[in-house]
């Protein structure tokens, strides 16, 4: 399965079809087993995966099925993640909406990795925060996204 996952054949694929493969690959992979998969793979996956998890279009099985790869993923290649960490920050600032599934994972990264995603969290804070003013200012409260925020910032 690994030289298929590693094809163009597979990489072409719309990522809805790629999440739950990855995840069921990840599933039953030792992170010994992934290490030849980092690369290419790696660095087209998970700006995929965290572009659907972000995407508030995205239905919400989708973006839970995005935020667990995206939590397997990370905890299979723990204790080194800053590479894949360095991936994702560099993402972040090209997304254009936020969904509470994308706080959440943030939060996640932050108890789990520390100071090690202070990048990553503060640039959600930050889009975080500018969420809800625009949110309030049009009357809308959203106390998932604010629950998460108050855990990404501490």
């Known amino acids: ?13 719309p990522i809805d079809q790629l999440i739950p493969i990855f995840h069921a690959f990840l599933d039953t992979s030792s992170s010994t087993t992934i290490q030849p998969l980092s690369g290419k793979v790696w660095a087209f996956l ?29 905890l299979t290649c723990y204790p080194e993640p800053s590479t894949y960490l360095k991936i994702l920050a560099l993402e972040l600032p090209k997304l254009h909406t936020f969904t509470p599934q ?12 520390g100071s090690k995603t202070k990048a990553i969290s503060e640039s959600l804070v930050h889009r975080g925060i500018q969420l809800c003013i625009d ?4 009357g ?7 629950m998460s925020l108050v855990a990404l910032s501490k």
């Open 1 to 13: 399965m690994g030289k298929w996952i590693a094809s163009d054949e597979c990489l072409d694929r």
């Open 46 to 74: 998970l700006p995929s995966a965290l572009g659907t998890l972000s995407n508030d279009r995205s239905g919400l099985n989708e973006r839970r099925q995005a935020q667990s790869l995206l939590t397997d993923f990370f």
């Open 102 to 113: 994308l706080f959440a994972f943030g939060s996640w990264l932050a108890r789990t990795f």
């Open 135 to 138: 949110d309030l200012a049009e």
């Open 140 to 146: 809308v409260d959203r106390p998932d996204i604010e």
